[in-house]
């Protein structure tokens, strides 16, 4: 028995790598409990009868070893776990000293940081005195040196005016006039010396003012006469704004007549030169026989007249940047008047609305003095010089390119802001100083007269374009007499119409206004054009449709990339690479953004067919709705024809086809469903090239959708209705009986097969699985019926058991077609259902 229990000891878990008793570890241990006592004290060691023995000594000897061995091992394990937290607690006595030095290194710079802190303020404080006092002195200094400068300047205005006069510099003789009367009365009044000037000044001005008419029309004809190869936009433009800032302060405000005038003869000088320079290099024209310059022109062929229109509209895109840089010029100098007379006249108001408050204030500001006795606003005012500088600009960097604008307002504001220029941007030789005070106050000219003026001059731009256009549509109507541009192919329509066009589109460009005379005359040509080009289509579409066999097509690489490139969005014609072609195998289906189509030959070519039509629209702009209408009449065309031809079984009698097959119906269901697919493309493209009172003419997209829709719709229907009657023909003769599965539902899964096959490889599965739901749905109808009519009823009888198994048969058959494994086909509907 006690070796017994000395074996359970010893086998008892202990704690670390010895074994102490289970009951210790027990969170519910209590020595007052009798049976946890007895476990540990097991009395039968010292309950022996007759005294202690030997054995009895023995064993109570043992169990005090084993306990003193248990509390050995427990004190051990204690003295464990306090070893491994030693080392925390060093950590932290040792993080404590640390923490006192670095308090103590932030404390020293923190005391090092006040000090640097005192010598920047003690620094600062003397050296802003400093700058004031030397700022004041060297405005004063600049003051005096000012004065002294001005009444040298003004002792020499009489020999620089003369001086100016005879370069032609008006501007600078009257804006030096202007600004030396304005000194005299203001800055130098009272100065006995230049009591006389005053009147000698007037007179000169007088003189001036003859002078510059007569400058300006040799001016003009000089800028619209010289040669147009040269490359600069603007004749001498010093001179220009020197003869306009003149002109406006004379108040000569018809000037711009002249350059009108002068525009009228240059653009029929233009026409007649290039006329002239293209003849005399045909040798086939003999000038001694054909005198008239008409008749001469009508001579030409069209790659000859084609290279002379287009010179003649390179030389008016020439003539008319010319003429809008010029007047871009003349219009910005007066815009800059308006500017400045607008800026005045605010400056003047809110000058008045603050002339009480700062009276008010000036003893205040007087009594604000520095322990030096400096005023503290005389330092700063120094600081005010640049921008009286940079606002005084010279009107010759005004604006001289910018857009001409249909809104004055915007143009002001424009060239209100361009002409902050600085003083060393102008060659005019006068101070920014005088050209403030010359438009200020020397222009004597009223906001509505230089609003009207800059109008005035922006029309004669337009005009200048119009003027252009006039020219070339009389050009092209004396060609057009014999019936030329009517005999023109399509290239070459379309090379004429996209010249016109660019050169409409680069008028537009650069005048800012649309001249219809031109555009007008295009559109009349081009309305010619797309009748012709739409016949012709039209008429290729229905030759192609009436020699359509219905069979699939192999797509060649040619075809391939259109598509590709129409799915990038170039709806348009691949240009022709130079070089020999790349030979590339024929593909069996047409890929179209992941999808593959089963197409024929005709629809390939209608594709590129469409995209004529659309880059047809790109080339000229002006016929887009025409050719919407053409197009839209082509696939209405196309779907009809092609309707009478499978559905209407035309292609019986047309191309002397034997029958119209499932696959032709499946393969004309899928080349409309391509067309489909680029419709909404196609109303894009022509949906931005429609003005918005043109998105109406959008909805004949609509309409043929609808009927492409409708027409693949039949022919599902046509589909479905082959295999219905295929259905009530078989099984009105099905009878219930052996052998299973019957000859009726072998033949139906045959033919079911043999339609699978033919439209799979055509219509995505999809379709396929719609069309076969169908075609289920039509058999389950027929096969109920002829049920109810054998009067077999689901009851588990031997005719339900053979209906079962050839149903079963029926399924397993059709769900092992490819594509159709998923097909849930419910025959549970065979079966009518008890009330």
């Not at 005023?375 to 910018?402: E, H, K, Y």
């Not at 101070?431 to 003026?453: A, C, F, N, W, Y």
């Not at 031997?798 to 198994?805: D, E, F, M, R, Y």
């Amino acid at each position: 028995m006690r070796s017994a229990r000395l074996f359970v000891l010893l086998k008892t878990p202990l704690i670390g790598h010895c074994y102490i008793l289970k009951i210790f570890m027990k969170p519910d241990f209590a020595l007052e409990d009798p049976l946890t006592f007895n476990m540990v004290l097991p009395w039968s060691h010292f309950n022996t009868a007759g005294g202690k023995g030997n054995r009895d000594t023995a064993s109570s000897k043992l169990l005090q070893e084993k306990l003193s061995h248990y509390l050995d091992i427990v004190e051990v394990n204690i003295a464990h776990q306090i070893s491994l937290r030693s080392e925390a607690f060093f950590h932290a006595m040792t993080s404590q000293h640390e923490l006192q030095d670095y308090l103590r290194k932030t404390s020293q710079a923190v005391k090092m940081l006040r000090d640097k802190i005192g010598q920047i303020d003690k620094v600062m404080c003397e050296g802003s005195l400093k700058v004031l006092r030397l700022s004041l002195t060297r405005n004063n200094c600049i003051k005096a040196y000012d004065k002294l400068k001005l009444m040298a300047t003004v002792h020499q205005t009489q020999p620089t005016v003369q001086l100016l006069l005879s370069t032609s510099e008006f501007v600078g003789a009257l804006d030096l006039i202007a600004t030396t009367q304005e000194v005299l009365q203001q800055e130098l009044q009272g100065i006995h010396s230049f009591r006389h000037l005053g009147s000698q000044l007037c007179e000169l001005e007088k003189l001036i003012d003859k002078m510059m008419i007569a400058e300006f029309s040799t001016y003009a004809r000089s800028d619209l006469n010289r040669p147009l190869e040269e490359e600069c936009q603007i004749l001498e433009e010093d001179r220009l704004v020197s003869l306009v800032f003149g002109l406006l302060k004379q108040r000569k405000l018809n000037f711009f007549e002249i350059y009108g005038d002068e525009i009228i003869i240059t653009a029929k000088n233009i026409i007649k030169q290039c006329v002239i320079n293209t003849v005399s290099e045909i040798e086939e024209i003999d000038t001694e026989v054909v005198v008239k310059l008409a008749d001469q022109m009508r001579m030409m062929n069209f790659p000859q007249w084609f290279d002379l229109l287009k010179n003649i509209f390179s030389n008016f895109i020439i003539f008319l940047k010319r003429i809008k840089a010029t007047l871009n010029v003349i219009r910005s100098v007066v815009l800059l008047v308006l500017d400045k007379n607008q800026r005045s006249k605010e400056l003047g108001e809110a000058s008045v609305q603050k002339n009480p408050s700062r009276e008010s204030s000036v003893d205040t500001e007087v009594a604000y003095l520095t322990h030096e006795g400096m005023f503290i606003s005389d330092a700063f005012s120094g600081r005010d010089l640049p921008s009286a500088t940079a606002n005084s600009a010279s009107p010759r960097n005004v604006c001289p390119d910018s857009e001409p604008s249909s809104s004055d307002s915007v143009s002001e504001s424009e060239c209100a802001t361009d002409s902050s220029s600085s003083k060393e941007q102008t060659s005019l030789g006068i101070t920014p100083v005088g050209i403030e005070t010359m438009i200020g106050e020397d222009m004597k000219l009223s906001e509505l007269e230089l609003v009207r003026l800059a109008n005035n001059i922006q029309e004669l731009l337009y005009s200048a374009s119009d003027i252009c256009h006039d020219r070339s549509v009389k050009f092209l109507m004396a060609r057009a007499k014999d019936g030329f541009l009517e005999k023109l192919n399509s290239t070459e329509f379309v090379a004429l119409s996209r010249l016109m066009e660019t050169f409409i589109l680069d008028t537009e460009h650069i005048c800012g206004r649309k001249s219809m005379s031109l555009r007008g005359a295009l559109q009349g040509q081009a309305n010619k054009f797309v009748n012709r080009f739409h016949e012709e289509r039209k008429t290729k579409l229905s030759l192609l449709l009436d020699n359509e066999r219905w069979k699939q097509a192999e797509v060649p690489a040619e075809f391939q990339d259109l598509v590709d490139s129409i799915s990038e969005g170039k709806i348009a014609l691949p240009e022709k690479k130079p070089g020999a072609p790349e030979e590339r195998k024929p593909m069996e289906f047409l890929v179209v953004d992941g999808q593959k189509y089963a197409v024929v030959g005709t629809v390939l070519l209608l594709i590129r067919i469409i995209l004529e039509y659309c880059q047809c629209v790109d080339n000229i702009p002006s016929i887009a709705t025409d050719m919407l209408t053409r197009l839209s009449d082509l696939l209405k065309y196309f779907n009809s024809r092609s309707c009478q031809l499978v559905l209407g079984a035309g292609a019986l009698q047309v191309v002397g086809l034997k029958t119209i097959t499932t696959k032709n119906l499946a393969l004309s269901s899928r080349c409309l469903q391509l067309i489909v697919h680029y419709i909404p493309m196609i109303r894009v493209h022509f949906e931005s090239r429609l003005q918005p009172k043109q998105f109406s003419m959008l909805r004949h997209f609509d309409h043929i959708t609808k009927d492409y829709h409708d027409h693949i719709a039949e022919i599902a229907a046509k589909l479905v209705a082959i295999m219905d009657g295929l259905f009530d023909k078989l099984l009105a003769k099905y009878e219930v009986k052996a052998p299973v599965p019957s000859a009726c539902f072998r033949n139906i899964c045959k033919q079911m097969a043999k339609m699978h096959e033919a439209i799979y490889e055509l219509l995505p599965e999809e379709q396929t699985q719609m069309l076969f739901l169908r075609i289920n749905a039509s058999y389950k109808l027929h096969l109920k019926r002829q049920l109810a009519h054998l009067n077999v009823v689901n009851d588990g009888g031997p005719q339900n058991g053979l209906v079962t198994a050839d149903v079963a048969f029926y399924t397993g058959n059709l769900q092992a077609l490819k594509g159709l494994q998923t097909l849930d086909l419910n025959m549970a509907e065979i079966w009518e259902q008890k009330r």
